[in-house]
């Protein structure tokens, strides 16, 4: 059977208490060997600067950290500059992604209307110098007209240069089994790393997943509502179905598990070790 790699993923902190926490989970997860770090970016580019600044923080210490970065509303000439910035940095990867549309936003309007566009623009501009990896839905995004559309944009992102793809989280394995295989069908063959959202806080997730089209199945969602407040329940039940989740993906050979980790190193370290992927 084969290792998969696995890489966690941040948001940058808002005040100097969550940026002590953020430091002190960055280095507990550090000591995990992970593949790489990445690091979200505001709908409309609301965080950019602190995207960037954890980033330039980070990435020097020893596990490539890759800044998120959407470009709706974005313009050619600043994205250059900030990607100009990222890679005199050593930054070598970068999630391409569309973003969402601030409210009150038109879709579609501006210089790049889908990720695609930004994809072939980084391409364009900086060759290979950066690691492309993009989003993938197996669920399907929210928005897509169909499956068949999504997959086809899907595609469209690889063909302009994506090299590999980090999917929204899911709880249904099967999702992402028929995702690939889909893909595989159509001749492409990059890496789909799954994105793991560790279960800790029921009604947070609950609203998370209604916004981004993941969907909770009614069997967890049933079990988790019932445990109200407690969270010592909701947490020792979610550990055990993510990890289950984690250790199908596993058997069924996939390259790589990207954990939500929400800021937080217990959760996705317990998940590790429990999987025996590092030492208890
Ligand atoms: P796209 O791939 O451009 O797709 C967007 C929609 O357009 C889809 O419905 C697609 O089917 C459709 N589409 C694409 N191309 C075409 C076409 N040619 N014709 C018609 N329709 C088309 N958001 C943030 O704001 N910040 C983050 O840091 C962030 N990180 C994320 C990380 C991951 C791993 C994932 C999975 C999502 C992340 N998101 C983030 C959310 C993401 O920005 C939203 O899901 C956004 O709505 C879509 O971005 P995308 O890059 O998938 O867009």
Request: glycine letters at 8%; proline letters at 6%.
């Given at each position: 059977?084969?290792?998969?790699?696995?890489?966690?993923?941040?948001?940058p902190?808002k005040?100097?208490?969550?940026?002590?926490?953020?430091?002190?989970?960055?280095?507990?997860?550090?000591?995990?060997?992970?593949?790489?770090?990445?690091?979200?970016?505001g709908?409309?580019?609301?965080?950019?600067?602190?995207?960037?600044?954890?980033?330039?923080?980070?990435?020097?210490?020893?596990?490539?950290?890759?800044?998120?970065?959407?470009?709706?509303?974005?313009?050619?000439?600043?994205?250059?500059?900030?990607?100009?910035?990222?890679?005199?940095?050593?930054?070598?990867r970068?999630?391409?992604l569309?973003?969402?549309?601030?409210?009150?936003?038109?879709?579609?309007?501006?210089?790049?209307?889908?990720?695609?566009?930004?994809?072939?623009?980084?391409?364009?501009?900086?060759?290979?110098?950066?690691?492309?990896?993009?989003?993938?839905?197996?669920e399907?995004?929210?928005?897509?007209?169909?499956?068949?559309a999504?997959?086809?944009?899907?595609?469209?992102?690889?063909?302009?240069?994506?090299?590999?793809?980090?999917?929204q989280?899911?709880?249904?394995?099967?999702?992402?089994?028929?995702?690939?295989?889909?893909?595989?069908?159509?001749?492409?063959?990059?890496?789909?790393?799954?994105?793991?959202?560790?279960?800790?806080?029921?009604?947070?997730?609950?609203?998370?997943?209604?916004?981004?089209?993941?969907?909770?199945?009614?069997?967890?969602?049933?079990?988790l509502?019932?445990?109200?407040?407690?969270?010592?329940?909701?947490?020792?039940?979610?550990?055990?179905?993510?990890?289950?989740?984690?250790?199908?993906?596993?058997?069924?050979?996939?390259?790589?598990?990207?954990?939500?980790?929400m800021?937080?190193?217990?959760?996705?370290?317990?998940?590790?070790?429990?999987?025996?992927?590092?030492?208890?």
């Amino acid at each position: 059977m084969l290792k998969p790699s696995w890489s966690f993923e941040f948001f940058p902190a808002k005040t100097e208490a969550g940026h002590a926490k953020l430091r002190q989970t960055r280095e507990q997860l550090a000591a995990l060997n992970p593949e790489f770090f990445s690091v979200t970016y505001g709908a409309g580019g609301s965080t950019q600067d602190r995207t960037l600044d954890t980033v330039l923080e980070f990435n020097p210490l020893g596990v490539s950290t890759a800044p998120h970065l959407s470009c709706i509303g974005a313009k050619p000439g600043p994205l250059l500059d900030l990607l100009h910035e990222y890679r005199d940095a050593g930054v070598n990867r970068i999630v391409a992604l569309r973003g969402d549309l601030p409210s009150g936003m038109v879709g579609g309007s501006g210089h790049f209307r889908y990720a695609r566009d930004l994809v072939a623009f980084i391409k364009e501009h900086f060759g290979k110098d950066f690691h492309l990896e993009v989003a993938a839905y197996p669920e399907m995004h929210p928005q897509a007209v169909n499956y068949e559309a999504d997959l086809r944009a899907f595609a469209s992102k690889v063909e302009a240069g994506a090299d590999s793809a980090i999917t929204q989280y899911f709880y249904n394995p099967d999702s992402y089994f028929h995702f690939v295989d889909r893909l595989e069908a159509m001749g492409i063959h990059i890496p789909v790393i799954a994105g793991i959202m560790p279960i800790t806080n029921y009604s947070k997730l609950a609203r998370f997943s209604d916004a981004c089209g993941a969907e909770i199945p009614r069997w967890i969602r049933k079990q988790l509502e019932a445990y109200g407040d407690d969270s010592d329940s909701i947490q020792a039940f979610g550990h055990e179905v993510v990890l289950e989740l984690c250790a199908t993906l596993i058997d069924a050979g996939v390259p790589g598990m990207h954990f939500y980790t929400m800021n937080q190193a217990g959760p996705t370290q317990a998940l590790l070790q429990d999987l025996g992927l590092i030492a208890e």
